[in-house]
């Protein structure tokens, strides 16, 4: 598939996603949101990615919505924002539930849905210009892309409140201490670091990996028995799996792995 808005190429079992609009900043645009939805679906549908890294080409990562897009909309605004959000929602979706970790690589400005996009993902990799703000109430929006879900279960609810309703630019220390970022790393390692991690996970248990992912997201609203049995259920579908099979028998016999993402 081509694509207008992104950078799109699977190497080493590891899917490299780059919004790709640096003269807007990597501001969101149907075409971006299409497109991102369309990607996720590649990586969620092709066995070689048991990894993916997302990226901001030029200065920044993302700095959300590409607000004289919407304002050219005129009175269809509403149901320009409601197709945008349709495709954006798919996307982030269909990523936290594929088994594939994936690893946000910011730089710059993450903003508005940039950061929700960020706190999506599974691991955020953040240079030492990162800055994050939620953003929305500042011209009158309210968040959208994941933000009003994963913020709160991030940083606790009154400091997701503060955060929305302030507006306030958290620099990537400041996003550290909160939770929203997994690592600092400098600018110029930001890549490298986020692929050394990426290939890191890809050679791992991709199912195992998945399964466990989806422990954790699903832990968030079920009591604490329905939550075991579901840890049961799943540890015992995994031990059925080749990569759990040869990572048992590879400790017992004190030997390396080698995953087959099966």
Known sequence: MEYTT???EVKDHVAHITLNRPESLNAINREWTWDLMHAILQCDENPAVRAAVISGAGNH?????????????????????KEVTTFLHAAISRMVRMEAPVIAAVHGYAVGAGMSLALACDFVLAARSARFSVAYTRVGLTPDGSMSYFLPRTVGLKRAIE?????????????????????????????????????QLASGPLKSLGAAKRLMQMGWNQTLETQMEEESQTIADIVRTHDTQEGISAFVEKRTPKYKGE
């Not at 700095?63 to 320009?80: A, E, M, N, T, Y």
């Not at 958290?170 to 996003?175: F, G, K, R, V, Y």
């Open 61 to 81: 990562f993302c700095v959300g919505g590409d607000l004289k897009s919407f304002i050219s909309q005129g009175k269809d605004l509403p149901f320009h924002i």
């Open 6 to 8: 992104l950078l799109f």
């Open 163 to 199: 955060l929305t309703l302030s507006n306030r630019m958290l620099t990537a220390e400041e996003a550290l201490s909160l939770g929203i970022v997994s690592r600092i790393v400098s600018d110029d390692e930001l890549l490298t670091q986020a692929n050394e991690l990426a290939l």
